[in-house]
Structures are given as structure tokens and as C-alpha cells.
């Protein structure tokens, strides 16, 4: 499914109803589009721990910038923030396999990612996750 067409086509263009999770650097709790976030969680690591915590605020903007984008493009989506990257947009590959599982576990219809990497390691957990084919 073309997930641009399951939020515009399928909802007459203003995602009502679609469920959006923004994986990413959290978002400004002062921006306008914190109306349109129905769940939250932040996702820390530390000393080879996840830890979970309530802090979704943005450091960067980045986030942000993403639930800007997608609002504009259909304004009733229902967005589910991951927090995982802090202010320097780096983050362990565990929190991103969390953040994805607290996605599917919350029902989402589609699931917004920005990153990037060159780890052999990390390419390997993501395989291991089914999160990306064996060919990547």
C-alpha cells in the first residue's frame, strides 16, 4: 500500500482517523501540532538498558519538523510520538526496534522513520528485527 494514498485517498484528504507514528527526536510541546498527538513515550538507553520515560520535548526541532510536514499533507491524523533521538539525532538501534514494536503494538497505519546508517552491526540488528530485507 502506497501509505501517501491510504492517509489522503482513503480519508478524503485529511487523514482522519489514520494513526501516524513519528519515530524520531520528539516534538516541541509548544508547537500547535501537539493537538493532533494522542500517545507518547521516550526512549532512552543507558548503562545497556532501554529506559522509558515521559520526556518527548524536541531538542532540535527535527521531529518537529516531520509532524509539520505530515499535518500538512492531512491535518486529522491521530500522530504517536517515539522519542528516541536526542538532541545530537543519535540514537541505539535497540530504541529504534522499541520504538517500532511500541508502534505496531499501538495499532499504527503507518510508521515515520529518518535516519541513517553505516554500522555493520546496526544493518544486522535491523535484519534480525525483520525491519529490513536480507539483500540491504
Avoid at 1 to 30: E, F, M, P, Q, R
Avoid at 58 to 68: F, R, S
Amino acid at each position: 500500500i502506497d501509505n501517501c494514498s491510504l492517509i489522503t485517498d482513503n480519508c478524503l484528504g485529511t487523514g482522519k482517523g489514520v494513526k501516524v507514528a513519528v519515530i524520531d527526536s520528539g516534538i516541541d510541546l509548544k508547537s500547535p501540532f501537539v493537538k493532533n498527538v494522542k500517545k507518547s513515550i521516550g526512549i532512552g538507553y543507558k548503562n545497556d538498558k532501554i529506559l522509558y520515560h515521559g520526556n518527548i520535548n524536541d531538542e532540535n526541532g527535527h521531529g518537529t519538523k516531520i509532524c509539520d510536514i505530515i499535518l500538512s499533507i492531512a491535518p486529522d491524523v491521530e500522530l504517536y510520538i517515539a522519542k528516541i533521538f536526542e538532541k545530537h539525532l543519535t540514537a541505539e538501534m535497540d530504541c529504534l526496534v522499541q520504538g517500532i514494536e511500541w508502534a505496531i503494538k499501538n495499532k499504527v497505519n503507518v510508521i515515520n522513520v529518518s535516519l541513517g546508517t553505516t554500522s555493520t552491526r546496526d544493518i544486522k540488528d535491523l535484519k534480525r528485527a525483520q525491519l529490513l530485507p536480507e539483500k540491504c
